[in-house]
């Protein structure tokens, strides 16, 4: 491994536990909006890339024949397996690898998909062109992480980085647009929703660098009613709130 994909074991294998109960990713609403998006059906064979505790490839078990999940965190992995055994799905398999070099033969999958994933990437348009090479022809690519505006991207990004070190760059809807364009594939459909999160709570299920704590806390508490980081932090009661601005973007492999 590299020296970033040894701080992302790190940050994952400490937050494997309180990730796999984080309301943000447990969202039901959000779960089915993919579902819907990838026009999931039960003849799909789905890849789960960056699976983490396996949330995204459970919900799309429900629906598809089979799903595999990969990730290079073993403690994400075991999480994924006891959610697995929770819900009752038996048609999940699980891999630890690099997403970069994907263990699979071409054209393995009818859907292929990563949440909240890509601003870890070091090398994100190698991860798309993986993501399409298993990709069968007239599959679909689904792909949802936060996607700053432009103008913001850069506040967000110091923002993210405080929160988790593992945080490399997030990426514009443009900037995913041009990745898929570049590795062949076809926008078909976008999508966005804001993933509300309490900075207390986040805070104590994220392991940032010491000192950092308090730097988030005043980033965000100044933010207020400004908006510079653009996930709209605000009061409620003497909670402070934030939501990530989430795009959804579904790709197709063209005939």
Sequence with gaps: MNAHQQITVDQFTRQALPFSKSPGHTNEESLLLLIEMAQLSSEDTALDVACGTGMVAC???TVASHVTGIDITPAMLEQARLLAQRCGLTNLSWRQGDIE???FPDSEF???VSRYAFH???NPDVVMTEMARV???GGR???ADGCPPPEKVDAYNHFEKLFDPSHHRALTSEEFLSLIRGAGLRAARMA???MEMEMERQLAASFPDPGDDEKLR???REDIGVDRIGVGAHWRGDEIHYAYPVTVIVAEKAV
């Design 135 to 137: 990709c069968r022809t």
């Design 120 to 122: 870890h990437f070091l």
């Design 101 to 103: 070099t994907l263990p």
């Design 218 to 220: 005043r980033l965000l």
């Design 192 to 194: 966005d929703y804001r």
């Design 110 to 112: 009818s859907v292929v």
């Design 59 to 61: 919900a799309f078990a």
């Design 141 to 143: 690519i689904l792909i």
